[in-house]
């Protein structure tokens, strides 16, 4: 049955032609499957603006249409109506001036209506029009989330109390009579719709002495939920029909329960994950919200800037070693991990992930959840995994030394894996490990990277507007980016507004600290360096911190100074410290700024001259290298997947070396080959080819000869034996006597 208010607009578009009789007519019978108001409908689809449901309705009806949402209501005129009344005959009180009251209604034909508000309220009644979905919210919004219903369920319990002592001891038939009660089943059906509504991930249930406090979290801070205080009384109900609806006991209050339910909303199936605690005063609730549906998460959607995303993508496409997430519990760590996944993945791998829990269904991916139950953790789903013949393989979390051995086993076998650490930035991911007892050599030789991230809340575009920066805060910014114009320091924040529920934020965005390995650092960790020296190499290379990551996003007016001093903390030391690598402008990357710099890298690969070179910076090696031509075969196994040159897999090709070094080796070639490609190379350590090494190398720098044609190519060894590599070291130390000695 259609309803008042949708036959009235529905009427009123008719007549006003701005559509068609044949599309309302296909929007009603959608509606009618679910609870919207064609009004919602019409705005969540953006067939029709909010102007201009209010022109039409205004005509139709002869009344002056608002924006009640762009109006502040006095609550103390929301206190002299009860509840009951404005909820059953479906009006908001918006003015009493002496005895004359102002409403905004959705449905103006209803005569009763004024005849009611007349007789028990003795006020004459004044209306104004508003659309259905404005009404609901602001009833919501001054009278609480389901006030009508608690209403009615007092009016016919009203001696219930909150935490009496016999109410602990009611029988379970009483219990569970109150936990399925159809009342109590809508409140906690609402309860559940409105933090879906306002996107929040977790609802959390807190009993106090003389209250319970209903939260939701938003964005990643918690907000109050607009429950009426009455809401109280039915603690014991809403804790016995959570519990129903996850499998849990109702009987049990004395020990923590964790379960789960699957329930629809709207056109939107969700995963709930219901955790109960005892406390003083109660059980405790805290349900997450997940959305059951297929995820498909992108690299760029998670706020990775140009150069950032460059890095990031240069080590999820690596063909083996380990990628570690790190970051404390809630910084999006999985998120990131999922987007990796969904980059790579393709017909020709096989991808296995093992997770605690799985949260987002992913398509073409095997996914484990990990159930130490059965004696399902994460290595012994690991050691299973391998079995399997995957190709990537995500672990969730990398907790003991037996899982973080495991995972980095399986990398120098020629796996990529993804995983996380509860770390506070990249370089403390080294020590954690070393702390688990890992070998340091392990650790060099596997693994590619670590990623550091936090969250932090993106300003809502709708009240976005520019403040002063004070100057305190601007000489930070300006210290910590190498800023020399403090002019282009311009900061941002939210006004606040219903979109962004007053908060002035709408959503989240990561900021990142990549770190990446090389050989300065490999050596570090050989070194067994503290992560504070390690992270001062990185920084001379290149890396960017936390919070120079989300100094820039604040330039950008994407966040605001304050979520970034909350999410990070300055580094001043070891920024100092560092000399300047790659500055850049406000808000702006390196890598689009400095297009001169690197006017290849859309190629993928880099033609230097050798006399643009810094001797300095080529000197800095863990290895020795020495001078010396030796015969060498090597053959494509990996091309840059982005590279525009791309060489035939299927050549042999033989040359000689220009240096080695157990680190890596320098070849000459008439072609240069792609940065980031893979070869299978075969050195000859004498002139009989008696005695050789063979690994795989990567290209990390291409030079192009002056005098000639020719190019060096550079090349550092990625799976190299421990007694390849010891037996290159003998032999440069070799010829290294052997000079000193001439």
Known sequence: MIKPFD???????????????????????????????????????GFITKQQILSVLGKACKLEAIDLQALRIDQSVVDKIPVKIAWYYHFMPLHLDYKILTIAVSS?????????????????????????????????KYYGLAADMIDRILTKEPDRKVFSDDAQNKRVEDLDQKGTDASVGKLVNQIILEAYRKRATDIHIEPYRDKVRFRYRIDGSLV??????????????????????SNLSIVEKRIPQDGSAVVKVQDQTLDLRVSTIPTPQGESIVIRILPTKVMKFKLEELGLDNENLYVFRSLIHKPHGVLFVTGPTGSGKTTTLYACLHEINSVERKVVTIEDPVEYEMENITQIQVNPKTGLT????????????????????????????????????????????????????????????IEPYLISSSIEGFVAQRLVRVICENCKHEIACPAELKAEIASDLRIDNLSRIRIFEGQGCDRCNGTGYYGRTAIYEILVMNDLIRKAIFDRAQAETIKQIALSQGMRTLRQDGWRRVLQGITTPAEVVHATTREQQILASVPVVNPFDAGQSSLTQKKDAAPDQHRNYRIIHKSDLDEKKQDERVYPRVDQSLGVLYRIFQSNPEAIVVQAKDIEYTTTTKNIGAGGVAVCSDNPLPVGSVIEIRVYLDDQKKDSIECLAKVCRVEKEREDERYSIVVYFLDISSADRNKIVQFVNDKIKSLSHH
């Open 7 to 45: 036959k009235t607009l529905y009427d009123a578009l008719v007549v006003s032609g701005i559509l068609a009789k044949e599309s309302l007519d296909t929007y009603l019978k959608t509606i009618q499957l679910t609870e919207e108001s064609l009004d919602t409908y019409l705005l969540r689809n």
């Open 378 to 437: 994460f290595s012994a789903g690991l050691r299973s995994v391998l079995r399997h013949d995957p190709d990537i393989i995500m672990v969730g979390e990398v907790r003991d030394f037996e899982t973080a051995e495991i995972a980095i086993r399986t990398a120098l076998t020629g796996h990529l894996v993804f995983s996380t650490l509860h770390t506070n930035d990249a370089a403390s991911g080294i020590t954690r490990l070393i702390e688990m007892n």
């Open 108 to 140: 103006p034909l209803d005569i009763k209506l004024q005849d009611e508000i007349r007789l028990h309220l003795g006020l004459e009644p004044r209306m104004v029009l508003v659309t259905e979905k404005d009404l609901m919210d602001a009833l919501k």
């Open 224 to 245: 109050d939920a607009n429950l009426p205080a009455d809401v109280k009384h039915f603690m014991l109900a809403i804790i016995s029909r959570i519990k129903i609806m």
